[in-house]
């Protein structure tokens, strides 16, 4: 079949609305310049609310990744040790960062598709009571699940260790509540929720995490979150040269988030995840995260005998709708799909149609329509 139209559900990058697509074609202007300023200023604060903090928002011109790995090298020295959640490649991925640096990582691992129980994080630092940090996931993408933030930060606010929190998932897609759940370091990144291109990332950090980001001698340039902070909050600009046409773009999406309300925004997040579950659950497949799924993606696992990496590939290249399969030991047996930012709970009625020509193609027996019926019953639900 010739594919005329394209349609992306992944779990990131998403699509972008023409809005947005433009405000950044609009024609490049000088970083150091009020205008830009005024656009850098409201940008930050009108990200705040997602976040759901009073802290200053910081924003980088990088991935995701790299608000991860400013968190690492501002708050903690060589030689400190921190806890980080592994439950997925992102929470493998604090690891890694942390190894990187110098640092020590004790890792409290997580059966891929459950979320960490605080009590895990309790005896993780009863034993390790010189960690300086405890790293985690909100939504971890790799497995479709989310943490229980609120329940971990309720462990570290009693002691000295800093709450670090990955929200690249989470972030626009479900109530975030950073300075109430005593958070204290939060980040994201444009590609998800908030509907924009990759390249750019945001990090906010509580006051405790302020004073330990000053005192840390870690060395540091790029990512200096000291001097970023001071150019943002006191000189209106940023240290290093910006992502112009994204904060342009970012100021549009944000635009449209809180004037479709945030209250709304998450309704809306969270019919898009039930019905696609709903559809995988009709066709007889397993939620990867069945007792904590993510609103922003839902992890189907297919069939013995079945490979999902062949139903990605038919999906995106025969019926023109993309997918991502999964990674490591869930590669060839995980579909993700994807219902973050500009997509409507109508929009899953193509993703479960598309979804159910490559099931039945690889052979899988079902009711035929089951899928679409299962998202048109949930979206019916909710008018």
């Known amino acids: 079949m010739s594919v005329f139209k394209k349609y992306l559900y992944t779990p990131g990058p998403v ?29 930050r604060e009108r990200m ?21 790995e400013a968190a690492v090298t501002n708050l903690l020295a060589p030689g400190e040790a921190a806890i980080f959640v592994n439950g997925g490649k992102f929470g493998e991925r604090w690891g890694k960062l942390l190894a990187a640096h110098g640092m020590t990582g004790h890792e409290v691992k997580v059966e891929w598709g459950r979320p960490v129980r605080p009590e895990q994080i309790q005896e993780a630092l009863r034993s390790h009571p010189e960690s300086r940090a405890v790293f985690m996931q909100a939504s971890e993408t790799s497995t479709c699940a989310i943490h229980p933030v609120a329940d971990v930060a309720a462990v570290t606010r009693r002691g000295e260790a800093l709450l670090v929190v990955d929200g690249i998932t989470s972030v626009g897609v479900f109530e975030q509540k950073m300075d109430d759940w005593g958070v204290d370091a939060f980040l994201t990144g444009s590609q998800k929720a908030l509907m924009l291109p990759p390249g750019l990332a945001m990090i906010a950090l509580s006051e405790r995490a302020l004073q330990r980001t000053a005192r840390n001698r870690t060395p540091r340039f790029y990512f200096d979150l000291n001097r970023e902070l001071k150019a943002q909050r006191d000189e209106h600009t940023t240290a290093w040269t910006p992502a112009v046409s994204l904060i342009f773009g970012l100021n549009k999406s944000l635009e449209l988030i809180h004037g479709e309300t945030l209250p709304r925004v998450y309704e809306r997040h969270r019919v898009m995840a039930e019905a696609t579950r709903a559809a995988g659950m009709a066709l007889g497949l397993k939620l990867i995260a069945p007792d904590s799924p993510a609103p922003g993606v839902t992890g189907l696992l ?77 979206i019916a639900r909710s008018v």
């Open 15 to 43: 699509s972008v609305p023409p809005e947005v697509l433009l405000e950044m074609a609009r024609p490049i202007i000088h970083h150091r310049t009020p205008e830009f300023s005024a656009a850098l200023d409201s940008a």
């Open 48 to 68: 705040r609310p997602l976040f759901g903090t009073r802290q200053e928002v910081l924003l980088l011109a990088a991935s995701g990744s790299g608000a991860m």
């Open 302 to 378: 297919v069939p013995d005998g079945i490979d999902s990496g062949k139903i990605v590939r038919m999906m995106r290249d025969e019926l023109g709708v993309s997918v991502q399969g999964g990674q490591d030991q869930m590669k060839g047996r995980l579909v993700r799909i994807g219902h973050m930012g500009y997509l409507g709970p109508f929009d899953m009625l193509t993703a479960a149609s598309a979804l159910e020509i490559a099931l039945a193609r690889m052979g899988h027996r079902f009711t035929a329509g089951a899928g679409v019926a299962a998202v048109h019953e949930r």
